[in-house]
């Protein structure tokens, strides 16, 4: 009996993890074909990068309230109707003829974005013992890696194989499989018990819930800050050809996925130590891109390293700001995508920053001054923890 057991809720955390892939693929997976569309279209490619621009904010914005606002429903029916979204309105946006029809069912989705990542965390921890949530959600996470790594060269390869539709279609196959997957294995989860919407944002009021937020604002701000221009970096300063670099990328995007299971351990374990030494990991990870950089091979064994530690820091995120308010998870699930992209946007502005002053030699300072700020209420948060 355990072991059936054992084998559904594997299936379903596989589901999610899969429902997830969905979601991001759909968000990222455009990224790789925007000029085409912009040609498709007869658009500015400045344009056709709304569709991933305006996404990004969509999400931002309904992190912190469209979880909340979800909470109060069945949580199966609310993962089916968001699936459902993106299901029809990628299929919309294969078939439109005008651009301002694709960019508004690329808005639409995004708000629903956050509930059904953050209600996929949330019903992967409680489908297991409290102990090993952060190996369920490690899970999940690794749908955020592969949906990041893979879901551009899968679109970008079917676009050039075949056409424009076909690559928007697959958008709307993967939510359709996941639509099917979650109305036939996913078991209904009836919410209990209802929190109120006012004892939710209570947990604002706690000075940790803040320090959790701004910590992870800072840590991913210096990762995805950086990591945002990486590419430039890579060709500029490494000396790296388009087609090397596309390689060494993607073996970074799939040393995520490892991180992710080395990260879903660890915080099973020995969460606090793990959570404290990353920002000085990625510390030494930049230095090291400054004195390195310029050569190819040494360049390519760190960006293995770092992209196992870039898969460890999206689990450490997600459970930082969890684990400091317990009692709400769909809402401080919604917080945690909202403070991730909050950190990639001012990292990426600061380092660009950066980048136009001094140059893209020295895009790591601003690494450097995102993880200050980092340690500062990292270390914060511990020490009010040990009190």
């Given at each position: 009996m355990d072991t059936k057991i054992k084998n559904r809720t594997g299936l379903q955390v596989f589901i999610l993890?899969?429902?997830v892939f969905s979601i991001i693929n759909t968000e990222m997976?455009?990224?790789g074909i925007l000029p085409i569309i912009a040609e498709q279209y007869g658009v500015a490619i400045s344009a056709a990068g709304a569709l991933v621009s305006l996404f990004a904010l969509a999400v931002a914005i309904a992190g912190p309230t469209m979880p909340?606002?979800?909470?109060k429903f069945e949580r199966k029916a609310v993962m089916l109707t968001v699936l459902g979204v993106f299901t029809v309105c990628n299929l919309i946006s294969a078939f439109a003829s005008e651009f301002w029809i694709v960019l508004t069912v690329r808005i639409i989705p995004a708000f629903f974005h956050p509930v059904y990542v953050s209600l996929a965390?949330?019903?992967a921890a409680a489908s297991v013992d409290n102990s090993q949530a952060p190996k369920a959600v490690a899970k999940v996470m690794m749908g955020v890696s592969a949906g990041m790594v893979l879901g551009v060269p899968i679109v970008s390869s079917l676009v050039d194989?075949?056409?424009l539709r076909i690559g928007m279609l697959f958008f709307a196959f993967v939510n359709g499989?996941?639509?099917?997957?979650?109305?036939?294995?996913?078991?209904?989860?009836?919410v209990t018990k209802k929190l109120s919407y006012g004892s939710q944002l209570g947990v604002l009021k706690r000075p940790g819930v803040w320090l959790s937020i701004l910590g992870v604002v800072f840590l991913n701000g210096s990762l995805f800050g950086v990591y945002s221009y990486l590419s430039d970096f890579l060709g500029r300063v490494t000396g790296l050809s388009q087609q090397t670099i596309s390689i060494v990328l993607l073996v970074y995007g799939l040393a995520n996925i490892v991180g992710n299971a080395i990260?879903?351990?660890?915080?099973?374990?020995?969460?606090?130590?793990?959570?404290?030494?990353?920002?000085?990991?990625?510390?030494?990870i930049f230095l090291l891109m400054l004195l390195i950089g310029g050569l190819p091979v040494p360049m390519a064994c760190l960006l293995l390293i770092w992209g196992i530690l870039a898969g460890c820091v999206g689990n450490?995120?997600?459970?930082?700001?969890s684990a400091a308010a317990p009692e709400a998870p769909d809402f401080a699930n919604g917080l945690f995508l909202a403070s991730t992209n909050l950190g990639t946007t001012i990292g990426s502005a600061l380092c660009g920053w950066i980048i136009g002053v001094i140059g893209i030699n020295w895009v790591e300072i601003g690494g450097f001054i995102m993880l200050a700020g980092c340690v500062f209420f990292l270390l914060f948060r511990a020490h009010e923890m040990g009190k």
């Open positions: 993890t899969v429902g997976g455009v990224v909340l606002i979800c909470s965390m949330s019903v194989i075949t056409s499989v996941a639509f099917l997957a979650t109305l036939i294995f996913i078991p209904r989860t009836p990260a879903g351990k660890a915080l099973s374990e020995k969460p606090l130590p793990f959570i404290l030494a990353s920002p000085f990991i990625l510390a030494v450490i995120n997600q459970y930082w700001i």
